[in-house]
T-cell receptor
């Protein structure tokens, strides 16, 4: 079974631009979560989607948004990029049957904002 | 608000030695995960611990959970160089939610 895939893997943008990242979960997984990893703040939860609905949201500004499609693929958008948005963005998927499944992480998208 | 703290944050050890990484969390949770991350890579799932007293082992790694003490440990036995990585514990604060709160990570370096 193929793992979680994320595109693009690397991205360079300039301040003020916007960016869209994509995540395809493991086949059959319906929950997709997004995390930001930076050296200073560590791993932080952005949001979770299940059946095209946002179920949980972390403490990030409104510039960070996401959505999930009917095939469970998810996109994350960051508008008006700031230098501090440079990070590794990780997507994770899980089944959500008993609610205690492991989240499986994708390879990540490394975003550099100049 | 759930806080997760790991210690130590940095650990340098010799091959063949044993050591333990500790993970404390501040509020009740029904799930605790351990992940491994190699430099520049994503997170690899190691263990999920679901109940008090749970113990899981894979190779030279063993994880345990004490929900009353809100403490998990990751024990490394007879360390080998290949275990060099950063190890994260993560806790889910709300039952049924898929929101992980991570510790700071423990960067483990194993020297020959």
């Amino acid at each position: 079974k193929a793992g979680v895939t994320q595109t693009p893997r690397y991205l360079i943008k300039t301040r003020g631009q916007q960016v869209t990242l994509s995540c395809s979960p493991i086949s059959g997984h319906r929950s997709v979560s997004w995390y930001q990893q930076t050296p200073g703040q560590g791993l932080q939860f952005l949001f979770e989607y299940f059946s095209e609905t946002q179920r949980n949201k972390g403490n990030f500004p409104g510039r960070f948004s996401g959505r999930q499609f009917s095939n469970s693929r998810s996109e994350m958008n960051v508008s008006t990029l700031e230098l501090g948005d440079s990070a590794l963005y990780l997507c994770a998927s899980s089944l959500i049957t008993g609610g205690k499944e492991t989240q499986y992480f994708g390879p990540g998208t490394r975003l550099l904002v100049l | 608000e759930l806080k997760v703290e790991q210690n130590p944050l940095f650990l340098s050890m010799q091959e063949g030695k044993n050591y333990t990484i500790y993970c404390n969390y501040s509020t009740t949770s029904d799930r605790l995960y351990w992940y491994r991350q190699d430099p520049g890579k994503s997170l690899e799932s190691l263990f999920v611990l679901l109940s008090n007293g749970a113990v899981k082992q894979e190779g030279r790694l063993m994880a345990s959970l004490d929900t009353k003490a809100r403490l998990s440990t990751l024990h490394i036995t007879a360390a080998v160089h290949d275990l060099s990585a950063t190890y994260f514990c993560a806790v889910v604060p709300i039952q049924g939610a898929q929101k992980l709160v991570f510790g700071q990570g423990t960067r483990l370096t194993i020297n020959p």
